[in-house]
């Protein structure tokens, strides 16, 4: 009976000698990193002429910008999952003036026509993936016909403006290139500007002056906390419990007569 108790008492001491100060075992938990960049691609103007008896005639711009994301920070935990998405706002002005250049004699007409379109692009480069692009074309004419022999001018204009919100996908990349990489995205705004006209003699000025393009690109990184192996410590008193409660076991119970 002593040896046993011997043998239970030297468990218990070294399971003792591999207890740190605590021990604690973690339940794996999810969380979730959110990174997001502001981008601003201001207004231009941009203008066309087309000159009396002339063909149409067009001009266009481009104007870029660039958004840094942080990497996912591999020390949380393991990534599970990469949502991109961008929240934007953008705007677009449109005008023309047409004038009749040529005394027709009696009667003079003005038409002209302004067309212009808005592009926009944006395109994850690192790590080369997903890109999404968009755009709207719009048209704003003006017609004016005189009785008299002056010459006949007519302008009008438009504005329009609008939310620009879209989720990325990651264009055939996985998970794993997204740990420990900082994201870049290139977002890019194209304005062309057409002037046109149906009366020959008629000098059109078309032009754009809105056209701006701001938002926010967003990663939201899903990653699970990596789960902590039991130390040496817990794995002493385990042994130890099993080592006692076979000793219990084999311990005779002393009958009362």
């Excluded at 000159?51 to 996912?72: C, H, I, N």
């Excluded at 900082?182 to 754009?208: H, N, P």
Aim: glycine letters at 8%.
């Amino acid at each position: 009976m002593l040896g046993k108790k011997k043998i239970l008492l030297a468990c218990l001491t070294l399971a003792a000698s591999y207890l740190p100060a605590t021990s604690v075992l973690a339940i794996p938990t999810t969380g979730e990193q959110v990174e997001s960049g502001n981008f601003n691609i201001s207004s231009v103007w941009l203008g066309a002429t087309r000159e009396a008896y002339g063909p149409s005639q067009s001009d266009t711009q481009t104007d870029t910008a660039l958004v840094t994301l942080a990497a996912f920070d591999s020390s949380l935990g393991e990534l599970t999952g990469v949502t991109l998405f961008f929240n934007s706002w953008w705007n677009l002005g449109t005008q023309v003036n047409a004038v009749d250049t040529i005394n027709n004699r009696g009667t003079d007409t003005s038409q002209g026509t302004a067309t212009s379109r808005l592009d926009l692009l944006i395109d994850l480069v690192t790590p080369d993936g997903a890109a999404l692009s968009g755009y709207l074309t719009h048209s704003e004419s003006c017609t004016r016909r005189s009785g008299s022999a002056s010459n006949t001018e007519c302008s009008d204009s438009a504005y329009f403006e609008n939310n620009y919100d879209r989720d990325l996908g990651l264009g055939g990349l996985s998970v794993s290139d997204f740990a420990d990489t900082m994201l870049t995205f290139q977002l890019s705004r194209t304005i062309s500007i057409t002037a046109s006209s149906s009366d020959g003699d008629s000098r059109v000025v078309a032009s754009s002056d809105f056209n701006k393009w701001e938002g926010a690109v967003t990663a939201r990184y899903a990653y699970v906390e990596r789960a902590e192996v039991p130390e040496p410590a817990s794995l002493a008193l385990i042994g130890a419990g099993l080592v006692a409660m076979r000793f219990r076991r084999r311990t005779p119970v002393a009958r009362r007569v």
